[in-house]
């Protein structure tokens, strides 16, 4: 029973202490000349889907949720965020080459065909973020229409 209350304490004073180590976010005011949308001429329709369903993990400006406050969830968003910009950055849209822009284009067209992206454990609590089939046919149609025009 001494070895239980001991073990708790130790927990709940390790739970206690992460919540001052935190990371650093994902913000920024500056959108740069190089985004998606400054690069490419994108309808209102898709802006609004981009801005929704993808720019939280894949731009340099992610709006957290509340529960980003409580550790470790906050690591664990960090790291989703960063595997995200990793794999996708918009704002670095304009420094990639035609060639990866274009496997981009396709690997965006493949995984909302797939419904791999947004994320499910994001739609979770981002409901607003999960496509329609009507958006993923907005946004597959004028995906497919930019990457054809690379």
């Known amino acids: 029973m001494k070895v239980l209350k001991i073990t ?10 992460i919540q001052f180590i935190r990371p650093t976010g994902n913000h920024s005011d500056l959108v740069p000349k190089t985004d998606f949308m400054k690069v490419n001429e994108v309808p209102q329709n ?36 960063e595997d995200g910009k990793e794999e996708l950055n918009f704002n670095q849209w304009g420094e990639y080459s035609s060639r990866r822009k274009n496997s981009k284009l396709k690997s965006i067209i493949n995984q909302v065909e797939d419904d791999a992206m947004p994320l499910s454990s994001y739609t979770l609590i981002h409901r607003d973020a999960k ?18 025009g690379l």
């Open 131 to 148: 496509l329609s089939e009507a958006e993923k046919k907005t946004l597959l149609d004028w995906v497919s229409k930019l990457k054809d």
């Open 46 to 81: 898709v802006k609004g889907i981009l801005k929704t369903s993808c720019y939280d993990c894949h731009s340099n400006n992610t709006e957290y949720p509340w529960y980003n406050s409580i550790q470790p969830m906050a690591w664990i968003l960090e790291n989703h965020i």
């Open 8 to 17: 708790i304490w130790a927990v709940l004073a390790l739970l206690v202490g």
